[in-house]
Antibody, heavy 120, light 108 residues
Framework: EVHLVESGGGVVQPGGSLRLSCVAS????????MSWVRQAPGKGLEWVAN????????YYVDSVKGRFAISRDNAKNSVYLQMNSLRAEDTAVYYC?????????????WGQGTLVTVSS | SYVLTQPLSVSVAPGETARLSCGAD??????VHWYQQKPGQAPLLVIS???ARPSGIPERFSGSNSGNTATLTISRVEAGDEADYYC???????????FGGGTKLTVL
C-alpha cells in the first residue's frame, strides 16, 4: 500500500517562504511522477506542480511559476515544494499525490495534506 | 486554459441514481478521472480513464465520456456516497492538470 506523508506546513507572513516535504513508501519512488495539489479553505482542488522521476521535467500552474519550486530526493523517497513570495491566496491544504510511472495517469495515492496559512 | 464545468450541487434520494456532469469543449478527446472527497479527508480516485473502476470501488460507480460532457453515475445511492466529487483531465496543450470546480452530492 502506498503511503504519503506531508510535513512543513504552518503560518507564514505574506512575502515569506516555506518548504513542504512529502515522504513516500510502498511504491518504487524513483520511477514515479510526484505532484502537489492544493485546496483553499472551502474551495476545490487545484493542481500546483509535478516532477518527473529524474527531475528532467517539471510543470507548474501559472499562478505559482517563478515563486514555487518542486524538487525530489530519490535516495530519501521524498519530494519537496519550496514556496517563496507567499501570498494570502496561497493559503490552502497542500496534498502530495502520485500517478506512479504514468504521466497521464490519475492520482491513485494521496497524502493527508499539510495546511499552509499566509497571514500577517 | 482548459476549463471543466461541474454543477455546484446534486441531490438524490437513497436508492436513486445520481448523474454528475463535467462539461468542456470536446472533452471526449481527453481521459477523464473522477475523485470523491469527504469532509476532512484526502480525495479518493473512484473512476479513471473515463470509465475504469479502481480496485475496491463499488460497481455502483461508473463513468462515461462523450462529446462535450463526461458523466459520473452512481447507482443505488447510499448515505455514505455523500461527498464532493471532482473531475480531472490533463490539458495536452501545456501538460497541465485541470480539475473541475467540484459537485457536492447530497443524499436526501
Amino acid at each position: 500500500e502506498v503511503h504519503l506523508v506531508e510535513s512543513g506546513g504552518g503560518v507564514v507572513q505574506p512575502g515569506g517562504s516555506l518548504r513542504l516535504s512529502c515522504v513516500a513508501s510502498g511504491l518504487t519512488f524513483s520511477d514515479s511522477w510526484m505532484s502537489w495539489v492544493r485546496q483553499a479553505p472551502g474551495k476545490g482542488l487545484e493542481w500546483v506542480a509535478n516532477i518527473k522521476r529524474d527531475e528532467s521535467e517539471r510543470y507548474y500552474v501559472d499562478s505559482v511559476k517563478g515563486r514555487f519550486a518542486i524538487s525530489r530526493d530519490n535516495a530519501k523517497n521524498s519530494v519537496y515544494l519550496q514556496m517563496n513570495s507567499l501570498r494570502a491566496e496561497d493559503t490552502a491544504v497542500y496534498y502530495c499525490a502520485t500517478s506512479g510511472s504514468d504521466f497521464w495517469g490519475p492520482y491513485r495515492s494521496w497524502g493527508q495534506g499539510t495546511l499552509v496559512t499566509v497571514s500577517s | 486554459s482548459y476549463v471543466l464545468t461541474q454543477p455546484l450541487s446534486v441531490s438524490v434520494a437513497p436508492g436513486e441514481t445520481a448523474r454528475l456532469s463535467c462539461g468542456a469543449d470536446n472533452i471526449n478527446r481527453f481521459n477523464v478521472h473522477w475523485y470523491q472527497q469527504k469532509p476532512g479527508q484526502a480525495p479518493l480516485l473512484v473512476i479513471s480513464h473515463d470509465d475504469a473502476r479502481p480496485s475496491g470501488i463499488p460497481e455502483r460507480f461508473s463513468g462515461s465520456n462523450s462529446g462535450n460532457t463526461a458523466t459520473l453515475t452512481i447507482s443505488r445511492v447510499e448515505a455514505g456516497d455523500e461527498a464532493d466529487y471532482y473531475c480531472q483531465v490533463l490539458d495536452n496543450d501545456n501538460d497541465h492538470w485541470v480539475f473541475g470546480g467540484g459537485t457536492k452530492l447530497t443524499v436526501l
